[in-house]
């Protein structure tokens, strides 16, 4: 069952790749000597780095508190948790997303509830209404690719039924709507640092942001057995934590996030000004009042499938996130028997595809890359 083992050979074997962790890391002797400290000291769990990297992340995203967790995952299934979701509740999210949202909303114990997206592959706040009855206690808006929701519209919708906002914001460190960043908008702000996100470790870990007191207040209990001290158990809890080990690195990364985040958009501007002339891709529309930080550069092509083959011959490691909308996976057997369609997500699965656009990738890549897509289009 671990098929990871196989995908990281695979992976590895392109020319251009979505992986780009041993350049990330070239610099690990430094990283390593940061570590030593910690096995020197011992502070393996919750130690002084990941206080740190805390202080240092709520000062990156412009919010009050931040909370650093197990993973992604969790960060978005402890929101939940913290907001009283609980089994019977409903959560409003699109089907349009990776598998862990909606397994986060599973494990709380609610059941997911899909709304389609819009033509910005983001949940469509105009159809959300429709679906809230007694049971929805919250809606779960995932800023697909690192472009942010319209929160506006959610928020207010939000207000007016009582619901509460957790953002799945796994795409968006450092991304911004209206000049607020991403994480600000909802009760809670969740994101991911997966070694394939924008900000990575050498591992799985994640972290929180909130604004309120209560809502941190209650994030550091649950994330840690529920424990006030040592000899307190308040509240019932897990056990998520990020790893000290992990906080050292992400603290390295953290300094380089501001180039990171400005190389992938130099980038995806760059294949947006060259791709837009080929009438086979569909590109979106860039919105001035968004900063979008591209965790994944996504467009709309014509053939989808026989392009990405074609690229992956030529080394490139054109993507697919996702080939099948959340409702289709089988897992989705339990919650659902009903057969509800959503053409949106169903059409940007069929017809959607990733090319890396990370600080690794260069110029002469970006034009093997458009070339390569001419060339399939018969369009030199
Ligand atoms: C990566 C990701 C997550 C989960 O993050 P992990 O750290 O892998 O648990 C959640 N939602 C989205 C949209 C993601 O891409």
Same mark, same amino acid.
């Given at each position: ?62 919010? @009050? *508190? /931040? ?9 978005? %299934?402890?929101? !939940? $948790?913290? #907001? ?8 409003i ?32 706040p105009?159809?959300i209404e429709?679906?809230i009855?007694?049971?929805t206690k919250a809606i779960l808006p ?9 929160m506006s519209k959610i928020s207010k919708i939000a207000k007016k039924y009582k619901l509460k906002v957790v ?12 000049? @607020? *960043? /991403?994480?600000?908008f909802g009760d809670?702000?969740?994101?991911? %640092?997966?070694? !394939? $996100?924008? #900000? ?96 994944? *550069? ?14 992956? $011959? ?67």
């Amino acid at each position: 069952m671990n098929f990871l083992v196989k995908q990281y050979l695979n992976d590895n074997k392109n020319k251009i790749k979505h992986n780009y962790l041993s350049k990330q890391f070239s610099d690990y002797k430094i990283i390593f000597k940061k570590i030593e400290k910690i096995i020197k000291f011992g502070d393996y769990t919750l130690g002084n780095q990941v206080k740190i990297f805390e202080n240092k992340f709520k000062k990156l995203q412009k919010s @009050k *508190y /931040a909370i650093a967790v197990g993973s992604g995952t969790d960060a978005i %299934m402890l929101s !939940l $948790k913290a #907001l009283g979701i609980k089994e019977g509740d409903e959560v409003i999210t699109t089907p349009f997303t990776f598998y862990a949202t909606i397994n986060a909303i599973v494990t709380a114990g609610a059941k997911p509830i899909f709304v389609d997206i819009a033509d910005d592959f983001n949940i469509d706040p105009n159809l959300i209404e429709k679906k809230i009855t007694k049971k929805t206690k919250a809606i779960l808006p995932v800023h697909w690719t690192g472009r942010i929701c319209d929160m506006s519209k959610i928020s207010k919708i939000a207000k007016k039924y009582k619901l509460k906002v957790v953002e799945d914001a796994c795409h968006s460190i450092n991304a911004m709507r209206n000049k @607020k *960043y /991403a994480g600000n908008f909802g009760d809670y702000g969740c994101f991911s %640092m997966h070694p !394939l $996100k924008n #900000l990575n470790v050498w591992g799985d870990g994640g972290v929180v942001v909130t604004n309120n007191k209560k809502l941190a207040d209650k994030m550091n209990l649950l994330r840690n057995h529920g424990l006030v001290d040592r000899n307190t158990n308040k509240i019932y809890g897990y056990n998520s934590r990020l790893d000290t080990i992990q906080a050292v690195v992400a603290n390295h990364l953290l300094k380089k996030i501001n180039l990171i985040t400005n190389a992938r958009i130099k980038n995806a501007h760059y294949l947006d000004r060259n791709l837009k002339k080929i009438k086979s891709l569909n590109i979106l529309e860039r919105n001035k009042n968004l900063k979008e930080v591209f965790h994944i *550069y996504s467009i709309k092509a014509k053939n989808r499938d026989k392009l990405v083959n074609f690229l992956k $011959k030529k080394g490139i490691d054109a993507k697919i996130h996702y080939p099948k909308p959340m409702h289709f996976q089988p897992a989705y057997k339990i919650i659902s028997l009903k057969k509800e369609k959503y053409p949106n997500s169903e059409k940007a699965c069929k017809e959607t595809f990733s090319l890396p656009v990370h600080e690794f990738i260069k110029k002469n890549d970006l034009d093997y890359m458009i070339d390569s897509i001419k060339k399939f289009y018969n369009e030199n």
